[in-house]
Structure formats: C-alpha cells, structure tokens
Nanobody, 126 residues
Framework: EVQLVESGGALVQPGGSLTLSCTTSGFTFIDYTMGWFRQAPGKEREGVSAISASDHSTTYADSVKDLFTISRDNNKATVYLQMNKLQPEDTAVYYC???????????????????WGQGVQVTVSS
C-alpha cells in the first residue's frame, strides 16, 4: 500500500525555523521526483519545492527561494523541507507528493504527482 506521511508540523514564531519530514512506503521512492505543496484557507494549492529522482536537482517557488531547502534520503525513503525565517504568510497545510515523471514546482494538482500525503499543519504566529 502506498503511503506518504508528513510530520514535523507545529506552531512557530515569526522568524523561526521548522523541518518537515515525509516518510514514504509502497512505491519505488528512488525513481520519483518528490515535491512539497501547501494550501492556505481560501487559496489554491501552491507548489513550494521539488527534488528530482536522478540528480537530486532542486526547484523552488519564488516566494521561498533562499528560505526553504528541500532534500531527500533515498535510504530512508524520506523527503524533507527545511524552512527558515518563517512568516505568517507561510501558514498552511503542507503536503508531500511523488511524481513518476516530470515533477517540478507547479501549483494545483498536477497529474504527474500521483501519490499524496494527508498534509500537516504549519502555523506561524506570535
């Protein structure tokens, strides 16, 4: 059974840091691009970052460049999102997803991302 389980969500103060993890099972993790998405109330799902399966190249939404870092550990079938200098506008439910082909930073529900986690809440507030 395919599973993607996010963890690490929390309430954090503005300017703080947080690391999200997504542990997966049930598919060939090393062959999939992994992505992070987020969705705030009243907004469409936003692509945050992606890391490729082959050379581990990374891409980021303009809003998080130089602030967030995506990484993956193929031995643990886990993808991470290190978030620094968090601000209230980063408050959202964060999802990880797996793409069998062509995965990159895109908004919405791109077809190439066939597997999705349930999401984890990140709240940035004083």
């Amino acid at each position: 059974e395919v599973q993607l389980v996010e963890s690490g969500g929390a309430l954090v103060q503005p300017g703080g840091s947080l690391t999200l993890s997504c542990t997966t099972s049930g598919f060939t993790f090393i062959d999939y691009t992994m992505g992070w998405f987020r969705q705030a109330p009243g907004k469409e799902r936003e692509g945050v970052s992606a890391i490729s399966a082959s050379d581990h190249s990374t891409t980021y939404a303009d809003s998080v460049k130089d602030l967030f870092t995506i990484s993956r550990d193929n031995n643990k079938a886990t993808v991470y999102l290190q978030m620094n200098k968090l601000q209230p506008e980063d408050t959202a439910v964060y999802y990880c997803a797996a793409a069998s082909w062509g995965g990159t930073v895109v908004d919405g529900y791109p077809a190439e991302y066939g597997y999705w986690g349930q999401g984890v809440q990140v709240t940035v507030s004083s």
